[in-house]
């Protein structure tokens, strides 16, 4: 079987969603199923021929704004638009949905865990997590007065200066962990006020991101001083949740 051509794949897309939408009202009765493309082309503000030499897998130009519009037209749901344009390798113009509101279930995974776990949202804010990261995170996590966006507190609380063993380094490694995901959405206004707020207030984070490093978050070993517990070490991991792919369950197993 020969690899498929990505521009191939991606007509593929197109003409199968074109042809599963119901015919405008005014198209009368027809053979073909579906919209035809001049139909498609008008509620994209397109031309018929950009919409043919896309379904016919074309080597043709493609704005990430043309596919927003085609999108929406072919009325794709949140995974077919992410589909569609990975096939196309563009990336999506349009902000990813407010995280106001979690579903229930996802702000209940912290509890399934008998170690430290805690889920962080797009822009790094705990939004849920179990007792004992509570105890962990003492004076943090379990202060109802205090923020809970990982960075501030990181960089910004003396708290975590004495918590977090390797301070320096792991906010070095932080804000690297941060541009990845920044990269991804550079547009967005609460990343973009919580860098702002971070560059002025912080020094070390101004420098760490005047450095443009960028790592994943890849695990491993981390070490914090607790007041009561002493020297307690964990080996981290992170999860990416499914159906919010910009939330994080992170978990501190016991090392």
């Given at each position: 079987?020969?690899q498929p051509?990505?521009?191939?794949?991606?007509?593929?897309?197109?003409?199968?969603h074109?042809e599963?939408?119901p015919?405008t009202?005014k198209?009368?009765?027809?053979r073909t199923?579906?919209?035809?493309?001049?139909?498609?082309?008008?509620?994209?503000?397109v031309?018929?021929?950009?919409?043919?030499?896309?379904?016919?897998?074309?080597?043709?130009?493609?704005s990430?704004?043309?596919?927003?519009?085609?999108?929406?037209a072919?009325?794709?749901?949140?995974?077919?638009?992410?589909?569609?344009?990975?096939?196309?390798?563009?990336?999506d113009?349009v902000?990813?949905?407010?995280?106001?509101?979690?579903?229930?279930?996802?702000l209940?995974?912290p509890?399934l865990?008998t170690?430290?776990?805690?889920l962080?949202?797009?822009t790094?804010?705990?939004?849920?997590?179990?007792?004992p990261?509570?105890?962990?995170?003492s004076?943090?996590?379990d202060?109802?007065?205090?923020?809970r966006?990982?960075?501030?507190?990181?960089?910004?609380?003396?708290?975590a200066?004495?918590v977090?063993?390797?301070?320096?380094?792991r906010?070095?490694?932080?804000?690297a962990?941060?541009?990845?995901?920044?990269?991804?959405?550079?547009?967005?206004a609460?990343?973009?006020?919580l860098i702002?707020?971070?560059?002025?207030?912080?020094?070390?984070?101004?420098?760490?991101?005047?450095?443009?490093?960028?790592?994943h978050?890849?695990?491993?070993?981390?070490?914090?001083?607790?007041?009561?517990?002493g020297?307690?070490?964990?080996?981290?991991?992170?999860l990416?949740v499914?159906?919010?792919?910009?939330?994080?369950?992170?978990?501190?197993?016991?090392?």
């Open positions: 079987m020969n051509d990505h521009r191939r794949l991606l007509g593929a897309f197109i003409r199968a074109r599963r939408l015919p009202a198209a009368g009765r027809r199923p579906g919209l035809r493309r001049e139909e498609l082309a008008d509620a994209s503000c031309s018929v021929t950009w919409i043919t030499w896309l379904e016919q897998g074309r080597d043709v130009a493609a990430a704004a043309a596919l927003a519009r085609l999108a929406d072919l009325q794709l749901t949140s995974a077919e638009r992410a589909s569609m344009f990975d096939l196309a390798q563009k990336r113009p902000p990813a949905r407010s995280q106001a509101d979690l579903p229930g279930d996802l209940t995974l509890s865990f170690a430290p776990a805690y962080l949202d797009r790094w804010t705990v939004r849920a997590w179990n007792p990261a509570a105890h962990l995170f004076g943090w996590l202060d109802d007065t205090a923020d966006n990982l960075m501030r507190f990181v960089f910004l609380s003396p708290l200066q004495v977090i063993a390797d301070w320096p380094e906010c070095r490694r932080l804000a962990e941060f541009r990845a995901d920044f990269s991804r959405f550079p547009h967005d609460a990343m973009l006020a702002e707020e971070l560059s002025v207030k912080s020094p070390l984070f101004a420098r760490c991101w005047q450095e443009q490093a960028v790592l978050r890849e695990g491993g070993e981390r070490t914090f001083n607790h007041a009561a517990s020297v307690l070490r964990f080996l981290q991991t992170t990416l499914a159906s919010q792919q910009e939330c994080k369950l992170v978990c501190l197993a016991p090392a």
